[in-house]
Every structure is written in structure tokens, then in C-alpha cells.
């Protein structure tokens, strides 16, 4: 989202309707329902995920690109992750529960698209495990109201950590 342009806060209606999308997005993701996520999703999407390089106080901070995917590569990431035979690193799955807050939603500028910002904060449990994990991070989301209702044209997720408790980040936010 760009921070340099003075952006409009959506009616009350309009964040509603963010808001509810938002809150089931991450309900289908929380119920595995991944092929119905993906149809949330634009054809041509852009999904990544940054984290932040470990730096001195004095120093910039710097993000990174840990994912970075368009609609073809996210798709086969999703159809591995739904298939028990593709994936180890989801077999058997991830217990997650996603919590949205903090949501913020500005018209952008075109009719019909939205701006939105949100805090992500995902807890994932592997079974058989006693180690769980936390997540947490900023999504920035441009939103796209259509004829077949609201569908994501690009996220990105600001990671709030440095170091990831898994060496490969399998789960979705």
C-alpha cells in the first residue's frame, strides 16, 4: 500500500464487507480448505511472504522475499499441500488457528478496489510434536469487488520475526 498518497478510509459498509471477507479467508485456511481459498484469489495474483534481516539498532532495517509467488507457482504450492502423496511437510497436517486484527481499509484508485491492511497472528501445532509455533506479521492486501464478490489481487506479509521455527514455511497467511 502506498504510504505517500492520501488514501480514503472506506464507509462503514465497505469495511464490513473487508472485515467478513477477511475473517472467512482465514476460516477456509484454518480448515484445510485450500482449493477454495485459491478461487478468493485473482488470475493473476501476487503472494509473498518477507521477513526481516537481523541488523544493528543504527542500521536500516532491511526485508527479504522468503516467498514470492504468482498464480501458477501458488496454485501447485496449494495443490502439493492438498495432496497427502506430494508433501511430507504436511502429512499428517499442521493444526493451525489464524487470528485477523487491526484491520484497516482505504478506497484505492479504481472503483471497485480496496487497500487493506490487517495484523495475522497464526498458531500452527504439528501432531506428534510438542513444539509449536507462532507466527505473527502484517498482511497488506489489494482487494478486488467484482460481479463474484471480493477476491485478493495481491498480498504481502510482513513477517514480525527473524528467524522461522521451520526451515520451509508450508502454511499460508
Known amino acids: 500500500m502506498s504510504e505517500s498518497v492520501e488514501r480514503s478510509p472506506v464507509n462503514i459498509d465497505d469495511y464490513v464487507m473487508i472485515q467478513r471477507f477477511l475473517y472467512a479467508e482465514v476460516a477456509l485456511l484454518d480448515r484445510r480448505a485450500y482449493q ?5 484469489m485473482t488470475h493473476d495474483i501476487r503472494y509473498r511472504v518477507t521477513t526481516v534481516s537481523a541488523r544493528p539498532a543504527q542500521d536500516k532495517t532491511s526485508r527479504f522475499a522468503i516467498i514470492d509467488e504468482d ?5 501447485m504450492r496449494i495443490d502439493q499441500i492438498s495432496d497427502p502423496n506430494l508433501t ?8 493451525t488457528q489464524r ?4 484491520v484497516e481499509a482505504y ?3 479504481r472503483n471497485g478496489v480496496f487497500e ?3 495484523s495475522i497472528l497464526l498458531y500452527a501445532s504439528r501432531p506428534g510434536s510438542p513444539e509449536t509455533g507462532l507466527y505473527a506479521g502484517e498482511r497488506q ?3 478486488i469487488r467484482d460481479s463474484s464478490g ?3 489481487a495481491e498480498r504481502t506479509v510482513n513477517l514480525a520475526q527473524t528467524i522461522l521455527r521451520d526451515s520451509t514455511l508450508s502454511l499460508l497467511l
Do not use: C, M
Open 116 to 118: 487493506a491492511a490487517s
Open 88 to 95: 511430507h511437510a504436511e502429512n499428517p497436517p499442521t493444526l
Open 107 to 109: 478506497y484505492g484508485e
Open 150 to 152: 471480493v477476491r485478493i
Open 141 to 143: 492486501d489489494i482487494l
Open 99 to 102: 487470528l485477523v486484527s487491526n
Open 71 to 75: 498464480a501458477q507457482t501458488l496454485k
Open 36 to 40: 477454495a481459498w485459491f478461487a478468493l
